[in-house]
């Protein structure tokens, strides 16, 4: 037991050890070996230390991964099509304030989709409760790329 902590030990050790970026293990001088010499801009430099991008203040991070939406409305591609695709969006804003609600154009038409669900069973709650209103008559499951925050 000893010896496998003395183990993870020396590992853990070695890998903080290690160089933090390519650019100074490249350039690094070591007995033996020959010299590597970079030219280039100094802004890939900062870039390469850089950490990624943090969210600002009140803004979402979101992944977007497959899922499910459904789909309460798909026109034409006509401006009569995109006008019903809002009035659809505007109707599931009143009816579901909670869902989040996607009027895009996919050529050739225009798509209202809600949601974003992980999983179909989700997806098939909302969409009964949206056949229940009475108001949506082409409501369907369809798999998108769906926005998790994180």
């Not at 870039?47 to 899922?67: H, M, N, S, T």
Request: proline letters at 3%; aromatic letters at 8%; a positive charge.
């Amino acid at each position: 037991m000893r010896l496998i902590a003395l183990l993870f030990f020396c590992l853990g050790s070695i890998v903080a050890w290690a160089q933090a970026d390519i650019v100074s293990e490249l350039t690094r001088k070591k007995p033996g070996e020959g010299t590597v010499v970079l030219h280039q801009d100094a802004r890939l430099k900062a870039l390469l230390q850089a950490d990624a991008p943090v969210a600002a203040e009140g803004e979402a991070r979101v992944a977007k991964i497959a899922g499910f939406r459904v789909q309460v409305y798909a026109g034409n591609n006509s401006r009569q099509a995109r006008n019903e695709a809002n009035l659809m969006a505007s109707k599931v804003n009143t009816a579901f304030p909670e869902l989040q609600v996607y009027t895009h154009f996919v050529n050739p038409r225009w798509l209202c989709q809600v949601g974003d669900f992980r999983s179909i069973e989700e997806a098939d709650v909302v969409m009964r409760k949206l056949k229940a209103t009475g108001e949506f008559k082409e409501v369907s499951i369809v798999r998108a790329q769906i926005n998790i925050p994180y």
